[in-house]
């Protein structure tokens, strides 16, 4: 992206209004819409916004037992703009552009819980490794009808000629990529006038999902920019065509749920890629990520939801597994020249915040790198058949884990550890306290 406003204004004089973002802890682009011209104080002073902002739950509210809010009188904090993330929003008119934020204490240092501020300190502590981490995000979602039906659920796309709800899966298919050709030219659009490097499209494991690839890039902040940004032009163009996206890890019951696959290598300064060039590094990084993986479940699966992906044959991971060219494992190291050797994290749900999933595989790698840790024997075949099913498959249970991780403590922050925490013991007390329609048809008439 450019590097100075009057780069910015020169290519895009027609902006008067800027969106300031700053993703919370599960992801959502939370900020403020401005009145801007290039010599405005935004630039420079930035905003106030309360830092109760990082303690939002997942519908909004504020979780006062974080200490972030009216307790301590919902303060406001500083929050400048990165320059380097101005970009247009196409998708409105000319006038507006969107620029991502970092929250700033009053000792002028970023908020200790910002995703972004977390994941810059992580790759801080690659750098000084002298490691370079290249990463790239792939998403996966669904595309739906506008409306929910009657009973307040999502819908399938219609088939075109059939006219019939379409419930086969055509994994790879081209004709379900030609049936929705207008969605995918509308974002391809979005994201060349973002500078979002979105590439590869596919057809995916389900009726209606599509996976959206995005670039290889050195810098897995601005890596996972562009995966927020790509979510946003994804939901707007899938509206544009009178149609719903969505990231939600498991809509439907029956049918496979939608996840995040990060993949990753590490370059010395030379620009060596050394999961090539030291094996024994690729083997130390996935042991490191084996043996964090129960404790960062948490931000891999943040949700209630979350956890319905997982089940057995259904293409998502129950156990910390690695293999070569196996899409059966947690980890996977794809096929393909040895200046491509790479892991492929493929765990994390579509609902999946990135800077956080991202963060705790750099740190697991780091761990794993410093620890000199050592991974066991790589799975040929299918994993649930040879590997006991050991990751926390319950919401509650990766809470407590993440809690206690020493680990999480040591290498994300024990005020972040406590934050998220704490957001997420108060969204599973809110959600176990409700009453569904499952509770109404098992029990009303039964007990």
Known sequence: MRNSVSEFFSAHAETRFLDLIIPDINGIARGK?????????????????????????ICGRTVLETGLGIATGDQDLACRPDISTLRPVPWIDKSTAQCFMEMYDGEGNPF???????????????????LHPVVAVEMEFFL?????????????????????????????????LDNVEPFIESVQRYAAAQAVPASAVIAEYAPGQFEINLEHKDDPVAACD????LKRIIRRAARDHGLLATFMAKPFADISGSGTHIHLSLYDKNGNNRFAAKPDDLKHAIAGLQATMADAMLLFAPHENSYRRFRKNCYVPLSPSWGFNNRSVALRVPAGPDSARRIEHRLA???????????????????????????DAPIDGDASEQCDPTLPVDWLQSIRNFSDSLWIEKYLGADFQSLVATIKHAEHSAYQQHVSALDIQWYLRTV
Do not use: W
């Open 144 to 176: 739906l009808r506008k409306h929910l039906d009657r009973k307040g659920q999502p819908q399938l796309l219609l088939d075109p000629v059939s006219g019939r709800e379409e419930r086969s899966t055509q994994v790879y298919s081209m004709d379900d």
């Open 349 to 375: 749900g579509a609902d999946t915040n990135p800077y956080l999933a991202m963060a705790a595989i750099i740190a697991g790698i780091l761990h794993g790198l410093e620890e000199c840790l050592e991974a």
């Open 112 to 130: 200790h819980s910002s995703p972004r501020h977390i994941l810059r300190q992580v790759v801080a502590a690659m750098h000084r490794r002298g």
């Open 33 to 57: 819409r401005v009145r801007i011209s290039p010599k405005s104080s935004v630039f420079t002073d930035g905003i106030m916004l309360p830092r109760s902002l990082f303690a939002s739950d």
């Open 226 to 229: 562009d995966a927020l940004c």
